[in-house]
C-alpha cells in the first residue's frame, strides 16, 4: 500500500482586526524610536510586533497590513513635511513610503507561508529582515532618485548597533535591528506554544519535540538580545586622528518657514556677523569657518554687496570660509552651492548639490502635479543637479593640510553619494561638512532626525562631521558618533572645536553596496527554499480546522 499522506499543522487562524491593530501598533512604536522621542529600542519590537501581524496571512491581507503599518510610521515620522505646504504633500509622501512596506509585508507572506509548520519554518523568520534591507533599497532609489530618511539604521544613533555602520553600513544596521525584531517574535511565539497559552492540543507535534524547538529558539533569542552589547564592547570605532581648529557658524534667520529668507541680506548679515563674534579676542585664527546651506540666497558671484560682505568675513577670520549659496546658474535654473571663498581674494571653488529634492528644489511632471496642488508653484524655478563630488584643499599653518568634504542637506541620507565624497582618490586626511537649513521645517523633528544620519555617517566613514544648520541643530561630531558643541533651534551660535581629519577606510567603503546585493541573493535562497516546500507539500494534507492551533502563531 502507498504510504499515508503527511499531515502538517495549518497556520491558526487570526481574526484580520486583530492583525491590523497589531500593525498599528507596530508603526506607532517604531515612529517612537525615532527623533525627538529617541526610544530606539523599540525599533526591534515594532519589527516583531510586525512580524507577528503578518505571519501565516495571505500576502493581499499582508500587505494592507503593511500599508497600515506604514501609514502609522511615516505620518508622525514625517509630519515636519506638511508643516507649511499643508496636508495634501505630506499625506501623498507617507502613502507613498508606506506602500513600500506593503510590498515588503506582501512578499514575507508570500515566502513565509509554504514554510509554516515544516522544518524550514526557520526560515520563515529569515525572510524578515532580508525583505527590510531590500524595501529601503527600493525606496532610497525610486521613485525620483528616492527617499531614503527615515529608514530603521536611523532610528539607532544611541543604540550599540550604531556600530555596525562602520563594518556592513546602515543597510546593516537595519539587517541587525530586523533580525534582533524576528528574533524576538519567534522566540515569544515558541514560547507561546510550548506553554500552551492558548489550551491547544498539541496536535502531530509532540510536546518533546515542541519543548526542544522553543528551548532552541529562547536560547536563539538570548544570543541575539546580546548582540548590542557585544558590538558596544568589540566594534567601538576608532576617533584618533590629527586634530584641526575649526569654527561653525549658525547665524540664525528673522522667522521661521516657508519665507525663512524674506529678508536675505539679514540671514547673510547674520553669518558675518556670528563669524566676526567667533573669533574676536582669538590669538590665533581657525583653519576653517563654515556656514551652513541658504547662509547667503543672495547669489555672490552676482551681487558685489554680498559678495563683499563675504570677503569682510573671511579677512576678520583670517581663514577660509565655506559658504552656502544659492547661484542663478546656470538660467533659467539655479544652483544650490557650497562656495569655498579664501583669504586674500580670488575666485572661490564650488561645489554644487548632486541630489536637488524633489518637489521642493525643483518639480517633476509640473502640470500633472498642478492639478493637486498649487504648492507646486512655490517652487518657481528648478535647481540643477551638480555631476561630481568635491573637495576643498585646507591649508594648516606649521603642518599638512587637510581636506573639507561638503554635502549639502538632504544628500547626507544617501549611502552612495556619502560613500563617493568620502573615497575621492587623493584626497587623504578628510573631513566631512553637512551644510543644511531646517528653517522650512519649523520646531519640528525633521532637523534632530537629519542630526542622527549625521551621525551614523559619521561612524559608517570613520570620519568627523561638522553639522551646520541655518538654524540648529549643529555640532561636532566625532568619528564615533558622540557630539560636542551641539546647539539650540532657533539661535545664533558661533562654535569652535578641534575635529579629527582621518585617512583610514572603513570595511563599510570597502564593500560598498555588497550588503544589498547579499540580500538579494538571500532572498533568492528563501524563494528556491519556499518553492521546494511548495512542490514537496503537494501531497500534504492538512489537519482538520480543530487542531489549527497547534501551529505557528
Not at 487570526?14 to 525599533?43: E, I, M, N, Q, S
Not at 556600530?163 to 515569544?188: D, E, K, R, S, W
Not at 540671514?267 to 574676536?280: F, P
Not at 568634504?405 to 544628500?411: A, L, R
Request: net charge neutral; proline share 8%.
Amino acid at each position: 500500500m502507498p504510504a499515508p499522506p503527511i499531515r502538517r499543522p495549518q497556520p491558526a487562524r487570526v481574526p484580520a482586526l486583530r492583525r491590523a491593530g497589531l500593525a498599528v501598533v507596530a508603526g506607532l512604536l517604531l515612529a517612537w524610536a525615532f527623533p525627538t522621542f529617541d526610544h530606539w529600542w523599540l525599533a526591534p519590537v515594532s519589527v516583531a510586533a510586525l512580524s507577528a501581524a503578518v505571519l501565516g496571512t495571505t500576502w493581499r491581507l499582508a500587505a494592507v497590513l503593511g500599508l497600515l503599518a506604514g501609514l502609522a510610521f511615516f505620518l508622525p515620522t514625517l509630519s515636519w513635511s506638511g508643516i507649511y505646504v499643508g496636508v495634501l504633500p505630506w499625506v501623498a509622501l507617507c502613502f507613498l513610503q508606506a506602500l513600500y512596506l506593503a510590498a515588503m509585508t506582501a512578499a514575507t507572506a508570500a515566502v513565509q507561508r509554504p514554510l509554516l509548520g515544516t522544518r524550514l519554518q526557520p526560515l520563515a523568520y529569515a525572510a524578515v529582515p532580508v525583505l527590510w534591507v531590500l524595501q529601503e533599497t527600493a525606496r532610497s532609489h525610486t521613485p525620483f532618485g528616492g527617499f531614503p530618511w527615515a529608514r530603521l539604521a536611523f532610528s539607532q544613533a544611541d543604540s550599540p548597533l550604531a556600530n555596525l555602520a562602520a563594518y556592513a553600513g546602515a543597510p546593516g544596521i537595519t539587517f541587525a535591528v530586523a533580525a534582533l525584531g524576528a528574533a524576538l517574535h519567534a522566540g515569544i511565539a515558541a514560547l507561546w506554544r510550548h506553554h500552551g497559552a492558548r489550551g491547544a492540543a498539541p496536535g502531530p507535534v509532540s510536546p518533546a519535540r515542541g519543548g526542544r524547538t522553543a528551548y532552541g529558539l529562547a536560547v536563539a533569542l538570548g544570543a541575539a538580545a546580546a548582540l548590542p552589547a557585544a558590538a558596544a564592547v568589540a566594534l567601538t570605532p576608532p576617533t584618533d586622528g590629527r586634530r584641526v581648529d575649526v569654527l561653525f557658524v549658525q547665524g540664525n534667520v528673522p522667522r521661521a518657514g516657508l519665507d525663512f529668507n524674506a529678508e536675505r541680506r539679514r540671514v547673510l548679515d547674520n553669518h558675518v556677523e556670528e563669524t566676526l563674534r567667533g573669533v574676536a579676542g582669538q590669538t590665533r585664527p581657525p583653519s576653517l569657518v563654515v556656514w551652513p546651506e541658504n547662509s547667503s540666497d543672495i547669489d555672490p558671484l552676482r551681487n558685489d554687496d554680498a559678495g563683499a560682505a563675504i570677503r569682510r568675513a573671511v579677512d576678520g577670520a583670517g581663514a577660509p570660509v565655506l559658504v552656502g549659496a544659492v547661484l542663478r546658474e546656470p538660467d533659467p535654473r539655479l544652483s544650490n552651492a557650497s562656495l569655498f571663498y579664501r583669504p586674500g581674494g580670488g575666485e572661490p571653488e564650488r561645489y554644487v548639490k548632486q541630489h536637488p529634492v524633489p518637489f521642493a528644489e525643483y518639480i517633476p511632471f509640473r502640470s500633472f502635479f498642478r492639478l493637486f496642488s498649487d504648492k507646486v508653484d512655490l517652487v518657481s524655478s528648478d535647481f540643477a543637479a551638480g555631476d561630481a563630488p568635491a573637495a576643498f584643499e585646507v591649508p594648516v599653518a606649521g603642518a599638512a593640510s587637510y581636506w573639507a568634504v561638503p554635502t549639502i542637506c538632504f544628500e547626507v541620507a544617501y549611502d552612495d553619494l556619502m560613500r563617493e565624497a568620502t573615497l575621492q582618490p587623493g584626497r587623504r586626511d578628510n573631513l566631512l561638512v553637512v551644510q543644511t537649513n531646517n528653517a522650512t521645517f519649523g520646531y519640528t523633528a525633521e532637523s534632530e532626525q537629519q542630526f542622527a544620519i549625521s551621525r551614523i555617517r559619521a561612524i559608517e566613514h570613520g570620519r568627523s562631521v561638522v553639522h551646520v544648520s541655518t538654524v540648529g541643530v549643529s555640532a561636532f561630531i566625532n568619528p564615533d558618533g558622540t557630539f560636542e558643541d551641539k546647539t539650540e533651534l532657533f539661535t545664533a551660535a558661533a562654535e569652535r572645536g578641534t575635529p579629527a581629519v582621518r585617512s583610514e577606510v572603513t570595511v563599510s567603503n570597502r564593500i560598498g553596496d555588497a550588503p544589498e546585493y547579499a540580500a538579494v541573493v538571500l532572498l533568492l535562497l528563501l524563494v528556491g527554499g519556499a518553492r521546494w516546500q511548495v512542490s514537496r507539500n503537494a501531497r500534504v494534507v492538512p489537519h482538520p480546522r480543530t487542531e489549527e492551533e497547534a501551529a505557528v502563531v
